[in-house]
């Protein structure tokens, strides 16, 4: 998709506009995504451009789309170019030195970790009446 966007239009509201640019990316991207690989390849990549025109257009990451959408809106911009081109692409695995697993005792609660406490009898402080 290689798309000059108009953002003036006399009855439909700037963040109308706006919206409806990021929609009609999102979309795009689904059905591209959505398309049968050609042998041998691993998934689709994007190769993206995003300026005020084409020619002031500098390349992107696919994750930035919304971002830039939204600096153009902050910007009041009449207008941007987004282009957006399906490549398929391979995976690159990068082998990373393994760091050995800080040892959890129980005893400190670390984020995402369960607190472990010993079993007890969650009762035994509890001093009733007893009957006579």
């Known amino acids: 998709m290689k798309k000059t966007f108009k953002l003036s239009h006399p009855k439909i509201k700037y963040p109308r506009m706006i919206e409806s640019a990021k929609n009609e990316a999102k979309k795009y991207l689904k059905r591209e995504r959505n398309k049968v690989l050609p042998k041998g390849f691993d998934f689709w990549d994007f190769s993206c451009k995003f300026g005020a025109d084409a020619e002031s257009a500098q390349e992107i990451h696919v994750t930035q789309i919304n971002e830039k959408l939204s600096y153009a809106e902050t910007e009041q911009w ?11 692409a391979n995976r690159v695995f990068v082998e990373r030195e ?3 697993e800080p040892i ?22 509890d001093q009733y009446p007893e009957d006579n």
């Not at 009449?78 to 398929?88: C, D, G, K, R």
């Not at 959890?104 to 009898?121: F, K, L, M, W, Y």
């Open 78 to 88: 009449q207008s941007f170019y987004l282009e957006i081109i399906a490549v398929p």
């Open 98 to 100: 393994e760091e050995p």
């Open 104 to 125: 959890n005792d129980g005893i400190e609660s670390t984020p995402g970790s369960v607190r472990q406490h010993e079993a007890a009898d969650p009762f035994e402080d």
